[in-house]
């Protein structure tokens, strides 16, 4: 029913709304990874306890009357009435322990009929009606898990059961409600219980013991608000309405309305409702786009118990987004919401807690947190499973279990499918099967992910699992490319440049240079050089490169330039400095350079050590130098010292 909101880790952000049933309790960041569970036979404490003696019965009326004296005053709608029957239902649920008065009153709880509001009663009163099999206990229960309310734990495992059940039983789970939307046949605006309306909407909104029908969905959401949209009697149902509207569910699409009915909702109090307002204004739909008033509309929800807000605020938080960029808070919103159940936001503290991003670093608690959203089915979560047993983080690793989570994931995420297919491609943990792969491959790339279009690019270039297509490998790069993937840009430029395809390659090297490839930095670089040989932006590029980890390559480039006084001022110190860190990475020019600017200081036993290293990797300059140095040769000729190639 509702679209839940996919926020980042590493990987790719994706925002939807929520229904009108979204909310989490507050508690401390070390609780993030427990989870409270409720006893079957629990109820609200300053009630009597279901089973006393029936000697303090105040009225000899037996539980059924109790329960229909009730329910015909709650079925009444009139305000004096209704205290009178959550009385009635009291006497009946608790001291008589009636099952159809426990998941009445259980209503009556979660709605505020006769009542205040009591999420955590209404649970109870639930879990204790089902347990002799009431059909509406089981409605409301696989509502609940599945969405949540303040004080009231998500889990989608648990739901997944109650929708079982009421599926088992069928349309006999919603026939209370339907008696109380049809109470006796009369005028709507006169009949309409709204709580029962809007459950019905529910219903046939996620096909609870009923056909999925959207229309009826809509229908029953306009019912329970009695068609008066300005003054809703349930902002609940006004909220789900908008969501409708917003969606093209059952009616035609109409987003600025949606908005619209979205703020009167959150006016009259409805907390997920703040939180779509804040996301219609984080994305700009409905409304001009506006962070700030997205976090503004975000905290009046999660300061409420709003488990979706809290997670859309751990998540501004980390990145500085419409809010000063603070990390430790981040991960205090994220564990609001994962206490909550709230599965993305287990997998979002799951992250921070397994690479240290506001809390101190710790793998194995990572993992938990995603075995607790894996196993509600949250794909992410599976996939950053797998990803762990493949790579040995908080686990010991094993790629047979690595493949187990991507294969769980791989249905609906596009990280799995491309992990799965690097899997079957190389044969680890699994057998091998590149044509597979390339079908996995396939699947991610339609969808837009860069890595898989990169994979599928390289799988036909080489024939891999398919038959081997240069323009096809091309024409997936440049999808890549254009959707903004850096490695890919720089691919790009590299094809242009030995001439595979045609094209600028400055161009691509310029825009991956922009998108912070320390590759393509190297290579613009380079090219620069080579052009015009003034060197400024190539220097800047080259130092940029460096800043950011960059290349041994990048190092030698940079000494040559400081060494000459191209593109800066020269200086033979900074220069060696460099050539120096160059060589300890690994650049064979950079050991031959450092070699000659030792030599050239007279220290030859330096000089011998470095051209000792790159001679070993093959270079010819080298071991030529080295040769003349070990047989005595130093250099001089006619005075002078042999000039080194460059």
Not at 103 to 115: H, I
Not at 137 to 158: I, W
Not at 597 to 608: P, R
Request: proline share 3%; glycine share 8%.
């Amino acid at each position: 029913m509702n679209l839940l909101r996919q926020l980042r880790r590493s990987d790719v952000v994706d925002a939807n709304l929520v229904t009108s049933t979204s909310h989490l309790k507050i508690d401390a960041l070390s609780s993030a990874t427990s989870k409270e569970k409720l006893p079957l036979d629990s109820s609200p404490s300053k009630y009597p306890p279901l089973h006393k003696d029936h000697k303090d019965l105040f009225y000899d009326l037996n539980a059924k009357s109790e329960y229909d004296f009730g329910e015909s005053l709650l079925l009444s709608l009139l305000p004096q009435n209704l205290k009178q029957a959550s009385k009635h239902l009291k006497k009946a649920a608790f001291k008589l322990n009636y099952p159809d008065a426990q998941a009445l009153l259980g209503l009556c709880y979660e709605f505020g009929l006769g009542v205040s509001r009591d999420n955590k009663s209404a649970e109870s009163l639930y879990l204790c009606a089902a347990k002799s099999n009431i059909g509406l206990a089981f409605v409301r229960l696989a509502v609940l898990r599945r969405y949540s309310r303040p004080g009231v734990h998500m889990d989608r495992v648990e739901a997944d059961e109650w929708f079982t059940k009421c599926r088992e039983m069928g349309e006999i789970c919603v026939a209370w409600l339907l008696k109380a939307a049809e109470k006796f046949n009369l005028p709507v605006d006169k009949s309409n219980l709204s709580i029962a309306n809007y459950c019905l909407g529910v219903c046939y909104h996620d096909g609870i013991c009923v056909a999925p029908d959207a229309f009826k969905a809509f229908t029953y959401y306009q019912r329970a608000l009695n068609y008066n949209l300005d003054e809703p009697t349930l902002p609940d149902a006004l909220t789900n309405l908008a969501l409708c509207l917003h969606s093209g569910t059952g009616t035609p699409p109409n987003i600025t309305l949606a908005f619209r009915l979205f703020h009167t909702a959150a006016t009259h109090g409805d907390v997920t409702a703040m939180y779509n307002i804040g996301h219609c204004f984080e994305t700009g739909v409905g409304v001009a786009k506006s962070l700030e008033d997205a976090v503004m509309w975000y905290y009046k929800a999660a300061e409420r118990g709003c488990c979706y807000a809290q997670n859309c605020l751990g998540y501004l938080c980390e990145e500085g987004l419409g809010i000063e960029q603070d990390a430790v808070r981040a991960v205090q919103f994220y564990s609001l919401a994962a206490d909550q159940g709230m599965a993305w936001a287990q997998c979002n503290l799951g992250f921070c807690l397994q690479n240290g991003i506001g809390v101190q670093k710790d793998e194995v608690a990572g993992i938990r947190l995603f075995m607790m959203a894996a196993v509600q089915g949250h794909s992410r979560s599976q996939h950053n499973l797998g990803h762990a047993y493949h790579h040995g983080i908080g686990v010991s690793p094993s790629l047979p279990t690595a493949v187990h989570w991507y294969k769980l994931s791989s249905s609906s995420n596009i990280f799995a499918m491309h992990s799965l297919g690097y899997c079957m491609q190389h044969g680890l943990g699994t057998h091998a099967d590149p044509t597979f792969a390339v079908t996995l491959y396939k699947r991610a790339a339609d969808r837009g992910h860069a890595p898989a279009q990169l994979a599928l690019a390289a799988c036909y270039r080489s024939g891999i699992g398919v038959s081997q297509n240069s323009r096809a490998a091309a024409t997936w790069v440049r999808r890549a490319a254009e959707g903004g993937n850096d490695v890919a840009m720089h691919m790009m430029g590299e094809m242009t440049a030995a001439g595979e395809i045609k094209g600028d390659s400055q161009m691509w090297f310029r825009r991956a240079s922009t998108a912070g490839n320390v590759g393509a930095m190297v290579r613009l670089a380079g090219l620069l050089l080579e052009s015009d040989g003034t060197g400024d932006e190539a220097v800047e590029l080259l130092r940029s490169a460096i800043a950011r980890g960059g290349s041994g390559r990048a190092l030698t480039i940079l000494g040559k330039c400081v060494l000459e006084g191209v593109g800066c001022d020269v200086d033979t110190a900074e220069a060696m400095t460099l050539f120096e860190r160059a060589a300890d990475s690994g650049d064979v020019e950079g050991m031959v350079l450092l070699a000659r600017c030792l030599e050239d200081s007279t220290d030859v036993e330096g000089a011998i050590e470095w051209y000792q290293k790159a001679a070993a990797t093959g270079d010819p300059r080298a071991a030529e130098r080295l040769m003349m140095l070990s047989t005595g040769l130093m250099g001089v000729v006619d005075e002078g010292f042999v000039a080194l190639a460059a």
